[in-house]
């Protein structure tokens, strides 16, 4: 698999601009995270992944305050209502993208390795769209790149971006967050990446292997 090149690394910091002008016109609705909520003791255990943000993962970050994802609301591919409580007991990786985000398309094909290679009662890769309004667009993408592995999520609001934007955890798309079982943030990575390479197979790994 071709990694994530420097060019389209750089577009990704075009795309914040346009992400936050969208934003503001939409505004936020009711609030999706939790401030603290029980996450106190994994912003010291994140520390732990630091060692391991290095090569393709050297711009992730490490949690700088707790920070609990439990509440953060989208739709499934029936269009269900889902939170991402319910993946509490297994380490996330959730990522948000969309079709009109160059970077975002480049790397879904590694975020379906990632998954194929690691998913399980463990780990999850959680990618959620927000294309604004119905889910037409992404789930037509995923056809196209026949994304089989990758579970499809759509959140036509953008209330999840809003929430973690105002909590200084997202600044443009892609955007991906590692979620320890209790459902808080371990860190960050605001950027694409080569989430199918070794670097971040063995940041997932240091990830899941942690005490939550």
Known sequence: MNRISRRTKAVAVAGIAALALVAGIYGIGNRYGNAGGGCEATVSASEKLRGFATGDMAAFRMAEKPFSVNGLAFNDAAGAARSLGEWKGRTVLLNLWATWCAPCRAEMPALEALQKAKGGADFEVVAVSVDLGDDTKPKRFYEEVGLKDLAFHHDGKMAVFNELKKNSLAFG????????????????????????????????????????
């Open 173 to 212: 798309l892609p955007v991906s967050l590692l979620i320890d079982r209790k459902g808080c943030v371990l860190g960050v990575l605001n950027a694409p990446a080569e989430w199918a390479g070794e670097d971040a197979r063995r940041l997932v790994e240091a990830a899941i292997g942690l005490e939550s």
